[in-house]
């Protein structure tokens, strides 16, 4: 088990922080995607083809390296596919297609992942039914999808695409509804239930890395402004009431953090205890994410409640992020059931 | 030797060695120097302790093989706990060569025992405002006061005390180390009884009990450099479960827990969820200080962090696992309510929940410290203790 970054991976994360904080700091999270900044992260950074194995024209780093990636997006809230596209990277690691993971690799597509498709229907290379709610749904290219047990790519900007954007409650990253009235579709393959399941245990791994980012920049942020902030003639951070509610959410980032290390290790080098670990992530991460987000907030005082201030983006991204995969108890019931209780 | 042969070596010999249970006599004490003598004949004491004063001279790689190792066993080795987490790493860091040379091996051998005597009834958290005097008398020091919560001083033959030897200045600044004679006969050692019914601490009494110049640990006046070395030390221990115990036992376990109650029921099976996450949570936490460690990258003040999430999840799991089992928890000294009994422990001992929060505060987070007067003016003039 590796808990610690190698060196390659500080100087991974080094690059990213770098560029995000130049090119998209939180200041303009609000403004919405910007596909110059997306394009320029791909293809500077290459971080859209990370995971996508070097056959393929990608880094083939790990995931150890995505969660680095996804933490430093996380911090800045970045606007934009890059996390939806990381999903359908994820999905093509698991049943592969040459020209969509070439194409994500080199930055020409965004894609992006349905989560939920119960009710859509395949047949004879076209795909109907409703997606009530895709991440990044407006700025992706391409569109994956299950059904009948195999992966389809539909072609988002093609006949029989409806996308309608969502008026989300995180305004830093958006969501569209899709209806697909016999949109052409090409079948990447099979998804056996089993490669299903590990599909959903890597998805909540890396969004676990992107919870750990936003905690940690909502905690930065607040534990910046507790040293500058003064009532009744003292800086609030040297309030005990102040200070050790600060301690408790750095105890919740050094478990969350030490988690997200550990399950994305697992999803590198151990398969077999990728359920756990993913269920593990999702659990813990998710509502700590949202508990320190919270807080932040609330120690900003009424600053914190305004428009203006970028506490609530952080508030809202985080709140979104921990029902993004389902009702956070999907992942204690999972977690139940793997331990057999 | 490779790690992978020595902590094979380590568990081959352990388990030969470990006694099953206590000695037909029942004099644990004598079981516990007995078996730290056959550790040190072994190699096994002290193992990054340096060769010069009897150490093994080893890096913190063997002393985690050896860790791993133990990890199954229960090594009689309490008595010797503080001696080797605590008094004994402050006199190889701040003692002279002459104490090192008198005190180091036979602490490592089992012969000796050592007691800490820092707290006292006035100063827990604050134990800098502590009021036990040492006075000049000729070439020896005349002690007077009181010292508490001491683990195993009954049995100790040495003590490590910090006492004050200057009024006139703030707190921090009038205080000296010293070793003391527990055999000394101005020590009264009297045992204190805590809320779980177990003696294991004692209340000790100094009434002019002598000390000679030579066993003063660092400068006069410089005492609190030196617990600061101590309390450090005593940290890293609570934190590597030095002389504790494994968790294997622990009736409030998951694994425990599991056999006695209704998994069958929701509520049931998300408590012990909850109990998961946590435990897995700060287990993970505590493996990735260890590598750090391992990598060379200090951890700090980020080791109170865990000590204050291991306080608190010793408490919520004491009364989760009280609160599934019901009423027969609390009757007829049964595990869990004897485990409850003890769970406050972890959150007051080597630093309150509340110190831990101030010190992550501080010095992880950086925040601006609290505004306090104690540090400017002269002790003499301060308020310490409980006052009215």
Redesign the interface.
């Known amino acids: 088990?590796?808990?610690?970054p190698s060196q390659e991976q500080r100087e991974l994360r080094a690059a990213v922080r770098d560029f995000l904080a130049a090119a998209s700091p939180t200041a303009k999270a609000r403004q919405g995607y910007d596909p110059e900044v997306y394009a320029r992260l791909n293809g500077e950074l290459g971080l859209s083809g990370l995971i996508v194995p070097e056959e393929y024209g990608g880094a083939g780093a790990g995931f150890a390296e995505l969660a680095v990636a996804l933490e430093e997006t996380g911090a800045v809230l970045l606007p934009g596919p890059f996390l939806a596209t990381a999903f359908a990277a994820v999905a093509l690691t698991r049943v592969p297609d040459k020209e969509l993971l070439s194409g994500i690799a080199d930055g020409r597509v965004a894609a992006t992942l349905a989560l939920d498709g119960a009710d859509l229907t395949a047949a004879d290379g076209r795909v109907s039914g409703t997606l009530p709610r895709v991440l990044s749904g407006m700025e992706a290219d391409v569109l994956l999808v299950s059904a009948d047990s195999a992966l389809h790519a539909v072609d988002l900007a093609g006949e029989g695409v409806t996308r309608t954007p969502l008026d989300t409650l995180d305004l830093t990253r958006g969501q569209a509804r899709i209806e697909l009235d016999g949109a052409p579709a090409r079948t990447l393959g099979d998804v056996p239930a089993g490669v299903s399941q590990d599909i959903a245990d890597r998805l909540a791994v890396a969004l676990a890395a992107e919870q750990l980012g936003v905690m940690r920049a909502a905690l930065d942020a607040i534990?910046a402004y507790?040293?500058i902030r003064v009532a009744f003639g003292?800086?609030i951070?040297?309030?005990?009431g102040?200070?050790?509610k600060?301690?408790?959410m750095?105890?919740k980032l050094?478990?969350?953090?030490?988690?997200v290390?550990?399950a994305s290790w697992a999803a590198d080098e151990a398969p077999d205890e990728v359920p756990g670990a993913a269920a593990?992530a999702q659990?813990?991460v998710g509502r700590a994410c949202f508990e320190v987000a919270r807080d932040h907030l609330l120690l900003y005082g009424g600053i914190g409640y305004t428009w203006e201030h970028d506490a609530h983006l952080y508030f809202k991204r985080a709140k979104t992020d921990e029902v993004l995969l389902g009702p956070p108890r999907i992942h204690?019931a999972r977690?139940?059931d793997l331990?057999e209780? | 030797m490779n790690l992978a042969d020595y902590q094979r070596a380590a568990e081959e010999w352990l388990r030969r060695n470990v006694p099953a249970g206590e000695r037909a006599d029942g004099d644990p004490i004598a079981q516990a120097k007995d078996f730290m003598a056959r550790l040190y004949d072994a190699g096994y004491s002290g193992i990054t302790w340096p060769a010069r004063w009897g150490g093994q001279g080893l890096t913190q790689q063997e002393e985690r093989a050896f860790a791993a190792a133990a990890r199954d066993f229960t090594l009689p080795i309490y008595p010797f706990s503080i001696g080797l987490g605590m008094t004994g790493p402050t006199l190889v860091d701040r003692g002279t060569d002459a104490q090192r040379e008198r005190f180091v091996r036979p602490l490592l051998r089992g012969e000796e025992i050592w007691c800490q005597l820092f707290s006292e009834p006035g100063a827990g958290s604050d134990v800098a405002s502590l009021q036990t005097r040492a006075e000049r008398d000729g070439d020896d020091w005349v002690v007077n006061g009181q010292k508490v919560w001491t683990s195993v001083a009954q049995h100790a033959d040495w003590g490590l005390l910090l006492a004050r030897t200057n009024v006139d200045v703030p707190k921090h600044k009038g205080l000296t180390m010293f070793v003391v004679d527990m055999h000394h006969p101005g020590v009264t050692v009297r045992p204190l009884k805590d809320m779980s019914g177990r003696s294991n601490f004692n209340e000790i009494f100094f009434d002019d009990v002598h000390i000679p110049d030579e066993h003063r640990v660092g400068e006069v006046d410089d005492g609190w450099s030196v617990a600061v070395t101590t309390l450090l030390h005593e940290r890293l221990s609570i934190s590597a479960g030095v002389g504790m115990g494994g968790g294997k036992d622990n009736p409030a376990s998951l694994e425990a827990l599991r056999r006695t109650v209704d998994t069958s029921d929701p509520l049931v099976r998300d408590e012990l969820v909850e109990l998961h996450i946590r435990s897995r949570a700060l287990a993970l936490f505590n493996r990735r200080l260890a590598q750090e460690t391992e990598a060379g990258l200090f951890p700090g003040a980020r080791g109170s962090a865990a000590k204050l999430l291991l306080a608190e999840l010793t408490l919520f799991q004491s009364d989760l696992a009280t609160r599934l089992a019901g009423p027969e928890s609390v009757v007829d000294g049964h595990p869990l309510g004897a485990t409850l009994a003890t769970a406050p422990g972890l959150a007051l001992g080597g630093g309150t929940n509340e110190i831990m929060r101030n010190i992550v505060g501080d010095r992880v987070l950086n925040l601006p410290p609290e505004p306090r007067m104690d540090k400017t003016v002269p002790f003499k003039d301060l308020k310490v203790g409980t006052q009215a």
Do not use: N, W
Request: with cysteine.
């Open positions: 088990m590796k808990l610690v534990v507790a040293k003292r800086y951070g040297s309030y005990q102040v200070k050790h600060l301690a408790d750095h105890c050094e478990q969350a953090e030490s988690i290390r550990y593990l659990a813990y204690r977690l139940a331990l209780l």
